[in-house]
């Protein structure tokens, strides 16, 4: 039995970076749905079904866990798909508490340094994200803004270039970035932009994401059902429903897991 990871596109590979670093025994099944990418300027409705679809799909072909490793499709459709499917489903959470957590142990409490979450349009509107705000934010230091551009970058491998690093200064500089202590990931999709965010940033900002604590959470449930392996690691990806074979593409997608490599190193 195999591990899904879903995303929209090619984002989710920082999800499964993470999870080849923890789970050397298991095999993979990639996910990304490159027809309908990005998520974040769909319906509700157009996600859910994308979501509904995906999960069915890598269900179909042996997996035993999946990891909605999106952002955007964990804030729409996470209730419903644990609902619908008798596995584990693990999904994605911006890591607002870990910046809340970090804050009080970098700052003295009494100066009161702020959060900034940068998000898809859909999730940073979504009542999930709502939700988690309302619940560890108690003194109302965090602030969220949409890039939708990045999704579409990131798929381009449009990566550092000056187009690149216009819109994001043109967008974060419409805050006081002296003013924050962290900069939440909001989507698996930012992870490829560390570098460009940090020569923006001042040093003393923290850049926070979600994956390491999603593999944790899936790494529980496979232990707490008994469901680990101890198989060679693998990994099949799937465009939509179909599964990539041209060399061309997997070279593509070695890219992709090469630059992950480089902003790993970018804290």
Known sequence: MKIG???????????????????PNEQFLYYADRKNVPYGLKSNDEILSFSTHAVKFLINNGAKAVVIACNTATSVAINDLR?????????????????????????DTKNALRTLVIATPVTAGGRKLKELINRVDNEHLIDVIALPRLVEFAENENFDS????????????KFSPDNYSSLVLGCTHFNYFKDSLREILPASISLLDGNEGTINKLLSELERLNLKETNKQS????????????????????????????MLLIE
Do not use: C, H, T, W
């Not at 609902?83 to 957590?101: H, S």
């Open 235 to 262: 990994i099949e990806y799937f465009y939509s429903d179909v599964k990539v074979k041209e060399g061309s593409e997997l070279a593509r997608l070695d890219r992709y897991l090469a630059r992950l490599d480089e």
């Open 162 to 173: 000056a187009e690149v690093k216009k819109y994001l200064k043109d967008e974060i500089m």
């Open 83 to 107: 609902a619908n499917f008798n596995i584990p489903i693990i999904g994605m959470e911006p890591a607002v508490k870990k910046a809340i957590d970090l804050k009080f142990q970098k700052v």
């Open 5 to 23: 990871i879903f995303d929209s596109g090619i984002g989710g590979l920082s999800v499964l970076k993470e999870a080849l670093k923890k789970l």
